[in-house]
């Protein structure tokens, strides 16, 4: 008999190793971060206790959260404000966006914003949080493509409690 020997089998330590490194790397990574509902949670209970209005839809912010995390990209019922202007919004917030029907259930989200932490080359963005009816909220989510961390905030952006990174 006659048998063909197996091309891989000289690679498969190198590859087998490769792999575990790799394991190894995303594990540690994924380990020093908690669940986002921990994280939104435990944020929502900062927020308490320095007399701040809490969120009162965490698992909708869980949900943004896990959004961004994995597409680094907002949910589509997110529309800019310039957008929502060129659509026919006020651009005032006692107006709501529904008003216009093209944005019927649309907030708005990923406008451009500064804050102190911001480090050369970073772009942070905001998303409107509760909004009701197409009625703005004082509730925003701060992010940043570049970094995990986020922050929120709950009085327009007079102050901003971060929310850990989370998975």
């Given at each position: ?105 649309k907030e708005i989200g990923g406008d451009s914003i500064q804050i102190p932490e ?50």
């Amino acid at each position: 008999m006659h048998f063909r020997r197996n091309t891989l089998s000289g690679s498969f330590p190198k590859f087998a190793a490769l792999s575990f490194l790799v394991l190894l790397t995303s594990t540690t990574y994924a380990a020093d971060k908690i669940n986002c509902d921990a994280a939104v949670h435990e944020t929502n209970q900062q927020l308490e206790s320095n007399n701040n209005k809490p969120v009162n839809d965490e698992a909708g912010l869980v949900k943004l959260l896990r959004t961004l995390n994995k597409d680094d990209v907002l949910p589509v019922q997110y529309v800019t404000t310039e957008y929502a202007k060129k659509q026919g919004w006020s651009g005032n917030p006692q107006d709501s966006l529904w008003k216009v029907w093209v944005l019927n259930k649309k907030e708005i989200g990923g406008d451009s914003i500064q804050i102190p932490e911001q480090k050369s080359g970073e772009k942070w963005y905001s998303a409107d949080l509760e909004s009701v009816r197409g009625l703005r909220s004082a509730k925003r989510l701060i992010y940043s493509p570049q970094r995990q961390e986020r922050y929120l905030t709950t009085n327009d952006n007079a102050s901003r409690i971060i929310i850990k990174a989370c998975i």
